[in-house]
């Protein structure tokens, strides 16, 4: 069989599109995992080489690569960010449907909506404490959205505490009043939490006994495996779709996620 001829004119185009991909990638590599790629390397000098790319062909190649990053360094972010969220679909396709079911009632919204919002929080977080009124309105405007909370402790000890708690109001049908109340208040300890739970009606012995069984911890930790496959360690982190959004961003971005969702169903 036969090579195919590469027009000459065309191959630095083939090959600056061809070394920014192996570069981008290998700095994604290293700063993923702080290893060399030394025998994809191999590969792709040999690659190269069996395109009949001369040495001359690629070193004036090189030189254009090395001057378009210098003079628009913004592409290299850009670019690590497209492989990041790639990833994240990627490692979001194997955590599969399951982190779209919610623990008891610990959701808002209509059960069976078309479009599910996955939000890990953590109740001392100041930017999931912000999110709690864009998720709300959210809601409200499509009628066709849930949001499934996901505890997420992980700024203090308080935090798990107010996690297990959350869910013990989850086991008793009363997740969202729990989670309102306990988002209503900053500095948490032991006491605001368990007055709290007084406050969203709780049955106090049962979510005693609740906040120590296995159930409550592997949940947690069910939770903190999720983060860690899919690729995020902050909160509030949001799942829509396909995509993964860190951070408070507003209801604005949200929404535009939602809708971008709406049009692959």
């Known amino acids: 069989m036969t090579k195919s001829s590469i027009s000459p004119s065309v191959k630095p185009f083939i090959i600056l599109a061809g070394i920014l991909a192996i570069l981008l990638a290998a700095m994604f590599i290293w700063s993923q995992y702080g290893k060399s790629a030394s025998s994809s390397d191999n590969e792709d000098e040999a690659a190269i080489a069996d395109a009949g790319i001369s040495k001359d062909e ?15 360094p913004e592409i290299i972010p850009e670019a690590m960010e497209r492989l990041k969220n790639k990833q994240s ?38 930017f999931c404490r912000k999110s709690v009124s864009d998720i709300e309105a959210l809601v409200a405007t499509n009628k066709d959205v849930k949001v499934v909370f996901r505890e997420l402790p992980i700024l ?8 297990f708690w959350s ?7 009363k997740y969202q009043q729990m ?20 406050k969203a009606g709780l049955d106090m012995a049962a979510a005693e006994a609740f906040i120590k069984s296995d159930e409550a911890k592997n949940e947690i930790a069910q939770n903190i495996g999720y983060a860690r496959q899919i690729g995020f360690s902050g909160t509030p982190t949001f799942i829509i779709g396909d995509e993964v959004i860190e951070g408070a961003v507003g209801k604005e971005k949200l929404q535009a996620a939602i809708d971008k969702a709406r049009k692959k169903i």
């Open 89 to 126: 679909q990627a490692n979001l396709s194997q955590a599969g449907s399951a982190l779209l079911k919610p623990f008891a009632n610990g959701f808002i919204g209509p059960a069976n909506a078309k479009i599910t919002i996955v939000e890990f929080s953590d109740y001392n977080c100041g």
């Open 58 to 72: 690629r070193a004036a190649t090189e030189a254009i690569i090395r001057q378009y990053i210098l003079e628009n």
């Open 179 to 198: 989670h309102n109340l306990l988002f209503a208040v900053q500095g948490l300890d032991n006491n605001i939490i368990r007055a709290q739970a007084q």
């Open 156 to 163: 203090a000890e308080s935090s798990q505490q107010a996690a």
């Open 167 to 173: 869910l013990a109001a989850a086991k008793q049908g």
